[in-house]
């Protein structure tokens, strides 16, 4: 049996706690490796070896701190394959998808490779008499994340490269389903260039968060994951004097006009409903077809598609739509919410539950499931499901459509699917939801744009990457300064390099 580590201080270190998880190979149910689950004392101990690293990172200059994200984002490139394979192996997804996680957090790389333009200040010469005034942004000391299973590259990349390129220290706490991969990214960061001790990976689980919650050091956490325990983080967090963005669980709501093309609804509905197995924070989960013929209509396209989907492992092949889901735990949660929507009284249209992959029998696979005529007061409706299971609300309106979304009290993403401007105008002007996309299914922004929710899909006030990333990761500070006189001479009259 593999036995995982730690990274701290540049090295891969053992678990000396005791406690581990399994981290399974979802498509077989075998454990594979155990994840070792850190201590307060070992969480303290990565905090003391990033504070004495971090004045000197911090003092480095942004270009030289740029440069290590440079030769990271090729390291990535050339490792492409190799974490992409790591990466299905613990989560389950497609080797394409697997690859898709890598490159969304790599981009996030690339962005952060403009941190000296991106850190400048503000000034105003001559505020007053012989005075200046001028800002600038410091980085914050030692910060921490901690990262959800479902895209075990991309979001401590979102989370430690902004963090990084703007001189801090952080410390990683991933998800303990899937920790492989972003410990080989921390030993990437190191042969690009980082000094030991800035990107440090302590696995575990509630003590180590707890331990980060309350260690008087760290100086900003960022969270990513169920909404339950992202409200946990943000309140504790906050309440200890910390700087905290939480970002949540999600219900994405797809309303779909009756102008609307519909094989291309279908196709969307597809990608974003089952793609990843459901495993999505943008995945879409509610269609809501506007008018009862447009709800036959996109019924009748959405059926034969969902026939046709190829579930399997990872090894299967690129034609393989999706893969098994994480855990056994959440294939039993994800099959109890279908139950419960059939004993609610929704209609299961395409029925998954009996779904057995030969050879694969134990693995974690779930069917692909639709329901029709799924009503807002049902469990399948209110709560997430986090699985292969697309529930269709029948709206009578555009306006009952638009509150459909409003009033669920998640508001992560959602789209619109019309030929009609002014209807896709009004929604994007109106919706109550962070990330709107008008006849784009998964509207996540790149790199340089900015990424988050609203309502119980997040907490705290900057969202991740993007601008964004640079404020929360950085303090502002202003100085007013004048120079009453001085002596004006020992000028430098050649150009010499910056250390
Ligand atoms: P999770 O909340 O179970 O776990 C997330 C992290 O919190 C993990 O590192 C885990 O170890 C830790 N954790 C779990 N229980 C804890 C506890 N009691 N105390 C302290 N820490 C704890 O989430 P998950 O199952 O890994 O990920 C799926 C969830 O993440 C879904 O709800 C999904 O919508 C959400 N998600 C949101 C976004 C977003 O940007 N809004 C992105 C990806 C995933």
């Known amino acids: 049996m593999k036995e995982l580590t730690h990274y701290i201080g540049g090295e891969h270190v053992k678990g000396t706690s005791g406690r581990f998880s399994d981290v399974f190979n979802p498509a077989t149910g075998e454990v594979q490796a155990k994840c070792p689950l850190a201590s307060t004392e070992e969480f303290g101990k990565a905090v003391d070896i990033a504070a004495a690293a971090q004045p000197k990172w911090g003092a480095t200059n942004p270009q030289r701190r740029a440069r290590v994200m440079m030769e990271f984002v090729r390291l990535l490139n050339r490792d492409m394959d190799k974490l992409a394979e790591a ?15 890598v490159q969304r957090g790599l981009e996030v790389v690339e962005y ?32 921490g994340g ?28 991933p998800s303990e389903r899937d920790p492989s991969v972003p410990l080989m990214l921390a030993e990437l960061m190191e042969e690009a ?46 309440s200890n004097g910390k700087r905290v963005q939480c970002f949540g669980g999600a219900k994405n709501h797809m309303i779909i006009m009756p102008d609307a093309d519909m094989d291309q609804a279908a196709d969307a509905l597809i990608g974003s409903g089952y793609g990843a197995a459901g495993e999505r924070c943008m995945a879409i989960s509610v269609a809501v ?17 969902i026939e046709k ?3 399997g492992p990872y090894t299967a092949g690129d034609d393989v739509d999706y893969g098994p889901v994480v855990t056994a735990e959440a294939k039993k949660k994800i099959l109890g919410l279908v139950e419960k929507g059939i004993e609610q009284g929704a209609e299961l249209v395409v029925d998954g539950r009996d779904f057995s992959l030969q050879g694969y029998e134990d693995g974690f696979f779930v069917g692909p499931h639709l329901f029709d005529k799924v009503k807002p007061d049902m469990d399948i409706y209110t709560q997430e499901i986090f699985g292969p299971v697309l529930s269709t609300v029948r709206a009578g309106s555009y306006e009952e459509a638009l509150g459909l979304a409003m009033d669920h009290e998640y508001g992560n993403g959602t789209a619109i699917f019309t030929r009609d401007g002014d209807a896709a105008r009004d929604f994007a002007n109106r919706i109550n939801i962070g990330m709107v996309g008008v006849n784009v299914p998964i509207p996540v922004p790149l790199a340089y744009h900015t990424f988050g929710g ?46």
Request: aromatic share 10%; net charge neutral.
């Open 87 to 101: 990466l299905s192996a613990e989560h389950g997804k497609t080797f394409p998808d697997a690859k898709g996680d």
């Open 112 to 143: 952060c490779i403009g941190a000296p333009q991106l850190l400048k200040g503000e000034f105003t010469d001559s505020a007053g008499p012989g005075i200046d005034m001028y800002s600038m942004r410091q980085p914050l000391g030692v910060t």
């Open 146 to 173: 901690i990262t959800p299973f479902n895209f075990p590259a991309m979001i401590p990349m979102w989370m430690f490269a902004p963090a990084i390129a703007c001189g801090n220290a952080f410390i990683l706490k």
């Open 193 to 238: 260039g980082l000094p030991k001790g800035i990107l440090q990976v302590v696995n575990g689980d509630k003590e180590s968060v707890d331990a980060m919650l309350d260690h008087p050091v760290v100086q900003s956490i960022g969270f990513v994951g169920s909404t339950p325990i992202a409200e946990y983080i943000y309140g504790r967090g906050c």
């Open 289 to 305: 077809p506007v008018g009862d013929e447009t709800a036959d209509r996109l019924i009748e396209k959405l059926v034969p598609r």
């Open 309 to 311: 989907l190829k579930v």
């Open 454 to 499: 609203w309502k119980k899909s997040a907490f705290g006030d900057l969202n991740q990457h993007g601008p964004d990333a640079f404020k929360f990761y950085t303090r502002t500070k202003t100085v007013t300064a004048r120079w009453p006189s001085g002596i004006k001479d020992g000028g430098e009259f050649n150009f010499k390099a910056m250390d």
